[in-house]
């Protein structure tokens, strides 16, 4: 059977370009077919990734079969995944978050969790000499990988190695990082197509924090008063995506990627009380400014509190 290959609910740039990379590598080095599969609309600077490298978007699934073998990339967090993953044959784990547990497995399997910026660095770290073999379709999307996940090395999360993968794809591919990254950045703040809801779950993954679960989202953008501008009606549609994912509050942050700053959204009491212990600052009205946070995996998530 044909190994699927997958990331995330929610599919940013590193969650649909991990997968097409992956299946590549099993296909024409491993020898073993593979395909790369999506759990959602990929977002537009996933999407920009895809054009610009010539890929056709990967199917779109629901679910997975029983016994079905997969490879798992960027989580390993199964409320991130298909609701029927355990009952699926995983072969592999590809990730760089901390580890969540709840996932089983049919017998061993290879687990790769490293604390690098992008799945795409540890890919092309564990290709190892085949990794020169990638074609150019393939390099540049792990090089869009890494600068979406890195923020063009502003993300705290950045490592020298993940920087130093990088300037060698960018080199092999003859492109400007800077110049490449901006047509990035412009093409993921393109927004203004997407509705409220699609907006808040465009980048969206669920935590709980002492009993409360949040949908924490990040809209990731050079042009913020895109978003910023349609505060009161994304503030409105908090309540109808609360209903819909079964949970407690929405927390949106737009993250200035020139700024280096992130502003979150306050529509109430609960996210006031959150703000205010969890980043040390004082809200007041329905935006907060939060200066040099730009990762949702370094510096949201591990400091929530309620």
Known sequence: MTIQVFGHKSPDTDST????????????VKGEAATPVLLGEPNTEAAFMLQRWGFEKPAIIADVEADAPVVIVDTNNPAELPASINSADIRAI?????????????GPIDITVRPLACTATIMHDLMGADAAKMPEAIKGAALTCILSDTLEFRSPTTTDHDRAVAEALAADLGLDIAAYAAEMFAAKSDVSAFSD??????????????????RVSVLETTAPEIP????????????????????????????????????????????????????????????????GVMSRKKQIIPNLKV
Request: net charge negative.
């Open 94 to 106: 590809i990730d760089h978050h901390k580890l969540v547990g709840g996932l089983e497995t049919k």
């Open 197 to 214: 809801a699609e907006l808040i779950r465009m980048d969206s993954k669920e935590y709980e924090v002492d009993g409360t679960k949040f």
């Open 17 to 28: 370009g991990s997968p097409i990379i992956w299946s590549w590598y099993l296909n024409e």
């Open 228 to 291: 910023l501008g349609r505060i009161d009606s994304l503030i409105e549609t908090f309540a109808t995506v609360q209903a819909e994912d079964g949970v407690d509050q929405v927390l949106l942050f737009v993250v200035d990627i020139l700024k280096e700053e992130a502003t979150l959204l306050v529509p109430n009491d609960l996210v006031k009380t959150v703000a205010e212990k969890s980043f040390g600052v004082t809200a007041s009205g329905t935006t907060v400014v939060l200066p």
